[in-house]
Every structure is written in C-alpha cells, then in structure tokens.
C-alpha cells in the first residue's frame, strides 16, 4: 500500500511539470529612465522650536509645552537647547538642623496633532528635563554640559546660603528610532551630579549620535500624571542646606545655572 502511494504521487507530479506552459515573453518596445531628486536646505540660524519640546514622559506623544517660568525659552539654530529646567524649591521652613528640600515637578500644557495647545487646555506636572534637537545633518555629534553659582542673596550678594544643588538619576528620552542595529543614543551620564562652577557633563554625542531630539529626564518615576498635589515635588532633585547655614526670611536666595552646548567636547569623560 506504502509503495503503490509513492508511486503515484511520482506520476502525478511528472505530468504536471510535462503539462506545463512555456513562458512566454512579449517584445520590449521601450525602457523609459527616469529620476527621482531630494535637495536639502539648513535649518534657519534663528531657527527654534517655538517654546514647544517633546513629553519626556510619552516621547511619541504630540508633546508639551512648559509654562513660562519653569524654565529657559531656549537658544536658535539648528543645534539647539529647546529647554531647560528651573527648579523651584518655592517657600520652605528654615530649620536650624541640615535639611534636604526637593523641587516642585515643573508645570506643562499638552499639544494636539497640529502642534497647538489642546482646547480644551489639558495641564499637567513631569519631571525635570533638559531637551537637546541636533537638525544640522552633519552627524558630528555634540556635548551638554551643566555648571551653576553658589546660593547667594538676591538683595545681599554677600549672604552665602552654603547649599549645594544635585541632580540625580536620569535617564534618556526621544522618539528617535533605532535602524540596522544603530540606536543613535547619546551618552547620558546619569550619575548624582553635586552643581557647582566647574562644567559636568550630562549627555554627549559622538560621531553618528544624538541626531534629532534628546531629553535627560532627572526622575525615576515612569508615571505619566504627576498632579497638582501639594506633594508632587521631585526626590530626585536635591538642595542640601548645611545645619551652620544662615538663612534671613526677607531675603530670596538664587544660583544661575549654565547648559552649555558645544559642537565638540569640551571637558574629559566623567569617570
């Protein structure tokens, strides 16, 4: 019974190949070349990116909008800041031990599909981010990095807060997409960074990275609402105050910080 099956699968399979049409070709009258052209202009030198930058909590989302006041408005170019963070400890009770304070989450507006604030307005708090957009095409790559001022009086340079501002965790956001094994990350260096007048670096690009745009969110949380409440600051963002600080209740105490962006690196590798 075995052998009688194989053999007429033999016999039906030859007779479909014997019975089988020859292809058959038609004439080649014309073969038409024609072309396909892309041609590229820079990004404008005053380019920006309207005060609009990317959600670091939902990086494919349409993005945000920080509220004025949270922080900078950003630089121009194609090589760009599109944001940097304040970080507002606003009021607090002095203590006469040392205390660590934590900044409020900074507030933003979420976007619509064209890029405008939603109507009606949708409202909420994310982690502290600074957003760096890299438009030249050159793919040179490029570094960040964050230096700030000692906490002095606003009305009395001479009053010395003796605090100290860390920046802790952080991790990478974008809606660039990896191709053929390349993720084009930046290097993030996402350790606790205690601010001071020397530059650190926060991310850097090498050649072939760090094209589009890139966020260093400085938070370990992954919620995408973080409220209004009066709890929702950052823990990942601290003020140490020393216990031997003198603190004077009419007086505002302020440190400038610096991001700087550079083309190339500037400083060594942070080991």
């Known amino acids: 019974m075995k052998k009688t099956t194989k053999i ?25 070349i024609t ?68 900044p409020l989450y900074p507030k933003v507006s979420v976007l619509d599909a064209t890029g405008k604030v939603t109507d009606p307005l949708i409202e909420k708090r994310v982690p502290h981010y600074v957003q760096v957009t890299d438009n030249r095409g050159t793919n040179e790559g490029w570094e960040l990095t964050v230096s700030a001022t000692a906490f002095r ?23 660039v997409k990896p191709i053929e094994g390349n993720d084009f990350k930046p290097t993030l260096f996402s350790k606790a960074t205690v601010l001071s007048d020397t530059p650190e670096k926060i991310m850097e690009a090498k050649a072939d990275k760090g094209m589009g745009s890139w966020s260093a969110v400085f938070s370990k949380d992954k919620e995408t609402d973080f409220g209004f409440g009066a709890l929702d600051i950052n823990p990942n963002i ?6 031997d600080s003198k603190k004077d209740p009419n007086e505002e105490y302020k440190s400038t910080i610096t ?9 060594p590798p942070v080991k």
């Open 8 to 32: 007429a699968s033999a016999l039906l399979i030859s007779t479909f190949v014997l019975g089988a049409a020859s292809p058959v070709f038609a004439d080649q009258v014309a073969a038409p």
């Open 35 to 102: 072309d396909a052209t892309v041609k590229f202009k820079a990004e404008a030198a005053d380019a920006d990116s309207g005060g609009n930058t990317m959600d670091p909590t939902n990086p494919d989302g349409n993005g945000v909008k920080p509220d004025t006041g949270t922080g900078s408005v950003g630089t121009k170019g194609p090589l760009r800041v599109d944001f940097a963070p304040n970080f507002n400890f606003s009021e607090v009770t002095m203590s006469g031990n040392a205390k660590d304070y934590h």
């Open 238 to 243: 601290t003020l140490s105050v020393p216990a």
């Open 259 to 267: 991001w700087t962006l550079s083309t190339t690196p500037t400083t």
């Open 153 to 175: 009086g606003t009305k009395n340079q001479e009053a010395d807060l003796k605090a100290t501002l860390t920046l802790g965790y952080a991790e990478l956001a974008s809606a």
